[in-house]
């Protein structure tokens, strides 16, 4: 019922910019950390960036300083600003919603492809 759709993917040349944007929808309980993560084929998942509930970031030291992440609790929205990207950015990003309930779930979008060419 919970779902998560991500949009704002595409192609870009290298020093270009992408907006990605996430957004809940269903019966859902209070979310602790809305984030992204991403990955490439044959590689783990790696966390991007997250905000938790109360404002706090974290950011994979290869983005920090180029991405931005922002939320809006009320309408249950991330959104990642993607400035200076480069073709090591090359992935599926994934949005990810985890709730703040004992034992807490996580939720993930289907991912959208974000393609940096040189």
């Known amino acids: 019922q919970v779902q998560l759709v991500e949009s704002g993917g595409g192609l870009v040349q290298a020093g270009g910019s992408l907006r990605l944007s996430c957004a809940a929808s269903?019966?859902?309980?209070?979310?602790?950390?809305m984030g992204w993560y991403r990955q490439t084929p044959g590689k783990q998942r790696e966390l991007v960036a997250s905000?938790?509930?109360?404002?706090?970031?974290n950011y994979a030291d290869s983005v920090r300083g180029r991405f931005t992440i922002s939320r809006d609790n009320a309408k249950k929205t991330v959104s990642l600003q993607m400035n200076s990207l480069q073709p090591e950015d090359t992935a599926v990003y994934y949005c990810n919603v985890r709730t703040l309930t004992i034992p807490n779930r996580n939720y993930w979008g289907q991912g959208t492809q974000v393609t940096v060419s040189s």
């Open positions: 905000m938790t509930n109360v404002g706090s970031t």
């Open positions: 269903g019966t859902i309980s209070s979310i602790n950390t």
